[in-house]
């Protein structure tokens, strides 16, 4: 079957414009992740839906991330007045289970975001 | 405060050889640890996993141990071909919910023929 998608692959930005990034997780998956991975690191956790609802957000580095699921399925992060540190691989996950079942997450190829 | 620690950036392993690759953590509520590799301008591949009820777990070549109270897993791939070339990632999740996951570094494992 289809695994998770986003869109799109690679995005170039100027400072100050916002940005909006798409995940389609696997069909039928409960909970679906947002992760950062800067160069030369391991992906970070941004952000954590369970079906719409937003259940942690603990990792969201400012106000300027804002992730929404409004369907609980497709989900979208978007990036108001972009900065150059914002520049970093965003990473879409999903995993069939929720709560504190603990089940593999499967990952999206991710957005490579550039802020010039 | 790295929670997930790789402490080897690489490693270079012969075609056919065992490769092991560690990991240590920090947070003893971790209770479910994984393998993921990376190809590059690719998201991480889910490879195996085990609980922390398990010591080992096994699939095909591919063997994950955890020893809890040195609190430190490894991956044995063996035996190691060209194919598995890649960046490899361990990550953990604790008890309290929601399973997100703490990365490590990555380890960037490169099988010679």
């Known amino acids: 079957g289809a695994g998770v998608s986003q869109s799109p692959r690679y995005k170039v930005a100027k400072r100050g414009q916002d940005v909006a990034l798409r995940c389609d997780p696997i069909?039928?998956?409960?909970?679906l992740f947002w992760y950062q991975q800067a160069l030369g690191q391991g992906p970070e956790f941004l952000t954590y839906?369970?079906?719409?609802?937003?259940?942690?957000k603990s990792g969201l580095p400012s106000d300027r991330f804002f992730a929404e699921r409004p369907e609980g399925s497709v989900s979208t992060l978007k990036i108001q007045r972009t900065q150059q540190e914002d520049s970093a691989v965003y990473l879409c996950?999903?995993?069939?289970?929720?709560?504190?079942?603990?089940?593999?997450?499967?990952f999206g190829p991710g957005t490579r975001l550039l802020v010039l | 405060d790295q929670q997930v620690k790789q402490n080897s950036p690489s490693l270079s392993v012969q075609e056919g050889r065992i490769s092991i690759l560690n990991c240590d953590y920090t947070?003893?509520?971790?209770?479910?640890f994984l393998w993921y590799k990376k190809y590059p301008a690719e998201g991480p591949t889910f490879l195996i996993s085990?609980?922390?009820?398990?010591d080992k777990n096994e699939d095909g070549r591919f063997t994950v141990f955890l020893n809890k109270s040195a609190k430190h897993l490894s991956l044995h791939i063996v035996p190691s071909q060209p194919g598995d070339s890649a960046v490899y990632f361990c990550?953990?999740?604790?008890?309290?919910?929601?399973?997100?996951?703490?990365f490590g570094q990555g380890t960037r494992l490169t099988i010679n023929p």
């Open positions: 996950a999903s995993s069939s289970q929720a709560g504190a079942l603990a089940s593999a997450q499967y």
């Open positions: 069909s039928g998956h409960v909970s």
């Open positions: 839906f369970q079906n719409e609802a937003q259940l942690d």
């Open positions: 947070n003893s509520m971790f209770d479910y």
């Open positions: 085990i609980s922390s009820i398990k």
């Open positions: 990550a953990a999740s604790d008890d309290r919910g929601a399973q997100k996951l703490v």
